[in-house]
């Protein structure tokens, strides 16, 4: 393959990034040679390593086939020879942001300790360690900072703001989207497993537009391995992407389907990879992203659950939580927990594409009773990456099945009691019927946009449908936007398409603007700046 490089200026650079010298190397077996001296020296060194003898170099890998694998970085040291030195491989990311706090997630590539500096105070790791979490405490809300971070003798300086007062009124704007695996079109549409130009293109327009936080519910990546470092090479490209508004702002993740790693058998089965503890999707998933731990534990205890004094299921910790920001609270769910990609789950048990088990529904409805009540709390958006309703490339699953309410999730050979359609209707009774502040779905899975309301004239059953149905109080939103890069679906005829408001197949960047009582919504493509659509949804 081919290696290109560049050198990377972080001071005073609101984005660093490689620029790429204009000549490359060959790799050859697994090595390429850059002549550092010669290359980059003189008129091409504007980082003034011939000064200091500390560079960033910033590479490119990409095989015979065109195929970008990775997209890293490697700090060096030393006028010639160069020495690789302590890098930070990942982020800065601003995570865990609160009106008072937020905390630094990042990658080394070596064992540390490193420090943040915010306001001539310095915050700092307790031991040597790879992946680094640093407290930032005691600030003021809605105040910008500036941060430095120290790894060796090296530092870099970024900025992020507090959120909004829990229960402020003032505005304040935010972004979603999802699905950004890996798309056609060659070159950045495929960074090894992830779309890193759409992504970049989101987070930049994000930060652009003045977005106190992004929301990314699930397909960070192709995924469906075997191998969580095959996993973990393919999120690694995609925070790459994310560190454009990540080292800003926070960017909070959510799982999909193609976050899944598997163990698989003969005969096409594929269940979630065991030891859950050590190599399950929800493991790594963990391990790569540092969300809040206030989600459920696992679906242990549930009346399905084997074994009562063994872990028998995965963790929800970071893959179901919530979080709230001035007058709004987000509850982000998991619908792909424990999930078996394999179509034969009655064979093997296990949970398909869409369910929402036991325990997890009991704490959606627990944290949505919990934040009713909550008088600094006048919105509450709950995201997902499957759909209730899907309109345009999985009407033959999500919350839907095609009508099929067999379909459900298996624990040790036995099926659960309710029906992939009545777990739907329950969810929906949540938060619609026991709900006065749930004001919309926020989905993904389908890789488009469109926004439908739900209300009581929708027609949401199979013809033969024998069971009770659900009446819907009060009129209610779901927005699916799977249009961050993924290979795009058209819109399909279901029963409930004359509810649907907007249908497009344009990537697209959700920006909302929480002004007191009122939402907007602005729809922007990425790539082009052109609106889809501008509107007032509350
Ligand atoms: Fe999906």
Redesign the pocket.
Known sequence: GTIYYGLIKTENIEFPQPVFFKRNAKINKGKAKINIIKRLSGKYDFVDWENTGKLILGYRIVDEAGLMIYDGRINLRGKGPFEPDVTMLEGPFVTLQKDYRVSIAFKTNKPVVCSVEVDNKIYEDDTPVYDHLIHVIDLEPYSEYKYTVKYGDWKETYSFKTARQKGSRQPFVWAYA??SRAGAGGGEREIYGTNYYIVKKMMTLAKAKGANFFQFT??LINGYTISPDQTNLEYANFKHAMEFMGRYAPVNVAM???EVIMRSFKGRISVDRFPYDQCSAEKIFADNFVNPLNGPEGEDGAKYDPGANTVDFPSYKENAYYYTYGNMAMVVMNS?YWYAPSRKIPEHSGNL?GYIMDNQLKWLKETINKLEKDNDIDHIFVTL??PAFPNGG?SKDDMWYGGNNDRRAYVAGKPLKKGIIERRDEILDILINQSKKCVMMLN???HNYNRMVIDSTINMYPENWDKPKLKISRPFIQITN?AAG?PYYSQEVLPWSDHVKKFSTLNALMLFTIDGEKIYLEVVNPDTFEVIEKVCVK
């Open positions: 999802s699905d699930g397909d999909g389907n193609h792909n594409h990456h499957t999985h993904g899975d389908e799977g993924a």
